[in-house]
């Protein structure tokens, strides 16, 4: 499974911090993970 997350990063998926060319991300870490947490309830019920 893909999921491109507007405004999202990598660091803020893992919650390790910053990491070279992430990049800076433009949403709340409680929104991305939101959005991640939705998606897998869709694709694993």
């Given amino acids: 499974m893909e999921l491109s997350i507007e405004g999202g990063n ?3 998926f893992g ?3 910053a990491q070279s060319g992430d990049g ?3 949403i709340a870490p409680e929104e991305q993970r939101r959005v991640v947490a939705d ?3 869709r694709t694993f019920p």
């Fill in 39 to 41: 998606a897998m309830a």
């Fill in 24 to 26: 800076t991300a433009t």
């Fill in 15 to 17: 919650s390790y911090g």
């Fill in 10 to 12: 990598h660091a803020q």
